[in-house]
């Protein structure tokens, strides 16, 4: 069982930059691959970016690639998402999750809660 806390969201102009934070417990965190994803008003959940278990491979969605980098740190049991040059359609609730290295949400076992992040324009 992993419990997973995400910290980091707020509200930033277009151009600007957030760091997402993951926390997990348990002792297993670093078994898992981790995965961003987020969701705006009115549209499904979407991939943002995945890291492996050790922090070799990741993978981004299109739309976030040259911006956005997903690390880890397994002595801190916490994965992190560096938001850079945000723009206004980054706006939505990002989740963290635990589960497989692969880009789609069915993978991944484990859930945060969410934090908001909101860009103005």
């Known amino acids: 069982q992993v419990q997973l806390v995400e910290s980091g969201g707020g509200l930033v102009q277009a151009g600007g930059s957030l760091r997402l934070s993951c926390a997990a417990s348990?002792?297993?965190?670093?078994?898992?691959?981790m995965g961003w994803f987020r969701q705006a008003p009115g549209k499904e959940r979407e991939f943002v970016a995945a890291?492996?278990?050790?922090?070799?491979?990741?993978g981004y969605a299109d739309s976030v690639k040259g911006r956005f980098t997903i690390s880890r740190d397994n002595a801190k049991n916490t994965v992190y998402l560096q938001m850079n040059s945000l723009r206004p359609e980054d706006t939505a609730l990002y989740y963290c999750?635990?589960?497989?290295?692969?880009?789609?949400?069915?993978?991944?076992?484990?859930w945060g809660q969410g934090t908001q992040v909101t860009v103005s324009s």
């Open positions: 348990g002792r297993t965190f670093s078994s898992y691959a």
């Open positions: 999750a635990a589960g497989s290295f692969r880009f789609i949400s069915a993978t991944y076992s484990f």
């Open positions: 890291v492996n278990w050790s922090g070799a491979n990741t």
